[in-house]
């Protein structure tokens, strides 16, 4: 059997709002319920030179923490780097954003 690539194009802060596209949630959702079955074999991320500042996040909502392994990079003239990755392991996730001890 091949194996499962996921391929998306998203900004410098993780968004992936294709709402200048036909918006499509269910399409959305697919990627995120593979990922926590992990049954991709590998994630190529396409990443724009630009700060959106708003929008959804790549894979936001999956159940556990990805680790991957960069196994190959393109750099485009326009300044896009396409980055391929295979998971190397996953995780519990303990937390959505970590937090450092008070004082």
Do not use: W
């Amino acid at each position: 059997m091949r194996p499962l690539r996921y391929s998306i194009n998203v900004t410098l802060d993780g968004c992936c709002d294709h709402q200048v596209m036909i918006p499509d949630e269910e399409l959305h959702r697919h990627p995120l319920a593979l990922a926590d079955l992990g049954l991709i074999d590998e994630y190529e991320f396409v990443v724009h030179p630009i700060v959106a500042g708003h929008g959804p996040t790549l894979l936001a909502g999956l159940g556990e923490r990805l680790e991957l392994k960069l196994v190959g990079r393109q750099e485009f003239r326009s300044g896009a780097v396409a980055l391929r990755y295979q998971p190397s392991r996953v995780t519990a996730r303990r937390s959505a954003c970590p937090r450092t001890p008070g004082p």
